[in-house]
């Protein structure tokens, strides 16, 4: 069954690249460059996943869960590169190579699901790294993790789609500088993982419908850590928002 959505998927990418090469003649250059590129890394992640030996159903759920993500930010990234062309030539490289870097490090895991938290705020760190290229002197960060928490086990990406959230939600809303702020620590035989943003304000109409990457995000949480996890979002004082995990010590 997994094999049969697996050549099923690989039609996407192959389709998509057919159809930038068709409309090369009608788009820019970066245009259909850039649709190429996502297609080819789409290509790549269906691969990947088509590598992997049979496992059992739970195993494979919570894989087509991570692999719903890569398209997403890859899709949301490139957009904001071609954005970013018109305006900034040397910086949209710059996001395209650190956008390179970061595809490398998400898909050379062999097959793993879980990683240290360690690995995982180094993945993260590449991406608020292309954040902080696109918005310049609008964005500051900082990321604050236990030494205790390094090595404790966390899903793979759980932590960028709630950062995505918090940039396109809350800094990119904002007209001045924004600051993002990544927090993890153990308590209790729980691993604590908070990322919050000053943005425009808090705006409860915002989550009554979560996007692709918050949804995600717990369903990841209620695959791996079924009733034994914390997921919310909620205002964080006067502006902006916080989004909260917590999670049993998997060390």
Known sequence: ?????????????????????GAWSRLRPIEAALWVA????????????ARRREAPPNVDRQYALEAQLHPHFLYNTLN??????????DAADEMMTKLATLLRRTLNRNGAYEIPLKEELEILEIYLDIQRTRFEDRLT?????????LACKVPRLILQP???NAVRHGISRRTGPGRIEVRAWRENGTLNMTVLNDGAG???????????GLANTRARLAQHFPN???????????????????VPVRP
């Open 1 to 21: 069954m997994r094999f049969r959505w697996i050549i099923a998927a690989a039609v996407l990418p192959v389709a998509g690249m057919a159809a930038a090469i």
């Open 38 to 49: 996502a297609n080819v890394a789409l290509a790549g992640m269906i691969a990947m996943l």
């Open 80 to 89: 904001s590169i071609a954005t970013l062309m018109h305006e900034d030539v």
């Open 141 to 149: 960060t900082m990321v604050d993790a236990a030494p205790d928490a």
């Open 162 to 164: 709630l950062v995505e």
């Open 202 to 212: 808090w705006d409860p109409r915002g989550v009554v419908g979560e996007g692709l």
């Open 228 to 246: 034994r996890y914390r997921f919310e979002l909620h205002e964080a004082g006067d502006h902006g928002a916080i989004a909260e995990i917590a």
